[in-house]
């Protein structure tokens, strides 16, 4: 992987100073009316170096190409992992529809509760992220239900100030 590196940079390297070497394009036209042998000769290389440039871009192209699907590659590895985590963490999700339910559900939570965008929650990868979602969901008592509405407090016993109860026979 760092040689991969190394010759990338190498690489991007070489074009810059590629670009940076190639001539002007010469007036053909002049060129040939003055010199037909120097005309063939510049046109030749000319075209040599364009083609050098293209390789080199075409091989840049190529290693870009490689790394996105090393990339990809990866990230599939990584979601299988969460996804084992989570099937590991919580066994009621071993039953598709209980999943996508609370899936759903944590989706909501998150959304309306928390305040994330459903573009941010879809960028959720973590396992552990996906847990403390679902422990919030179910501690704040949103599972399955709507927002939970607080039952109103019983009112308290009126406290009594010393002296003030009435007295009572002996």
């Given amino acids: 992987k760092q040689d991969r590196l190394q010759y990338q940079q190498n690489l991007e390297h070489l074009v810059q100073q ?21 005309w063939m000769k510049q046109k030749e290389n000319f075209r040599s170096q364009k083609e050098q440039n293209l390789e080199l ?4 192209f190529r290693i870009r190409q490689q790394q996105e699907y090393e990339q990809q590659e990866q990230m599939k590895v990584h979601l299988s992992q969460q996804h084992q985590t989570l ?6 999700w071993q039953d598709p529809k209980v999943m996508q339910q609370e899936k759903t559900q944590i989706r909501q939570y998150a959304v309306d509760t928390l305040g994330y ?3 941010e929650i879809s960028q959720v990868y973590d396992a552990r992220a996906v847990q403390a979602l679902r422990h919030g969901m ?3 008592g949103l599972k399955g239900k709507g927002k939970v509405k607080l039952k109103p407090i019983a009112p308290a016993i009126r406290s009594v100030t010393p002296g003030s109860a009435p007295e009572q026979p002996r």
Avoid: R
Avoid at 57 to 60: D, F, H, I, K, S
Avoid at 87 to 92: K, L, N, T
């Fill in 57 to 60: 871009q075409q091989e840049q």
């Fill in 87 to 92: 099937m590991d963490a919580i066994p009621e």
């Fill in 117 to 119: 965008s459903a573009e």
């Fill in 18 to 38: 590629q670009q940076a070497q190639q001539p002007q394009e010469p007036d053909w036209e002049q060129l040939y009316e003055s010199d037909p042998l120097e």
């Fill in 138 to 140: 179910i501690a704040s």
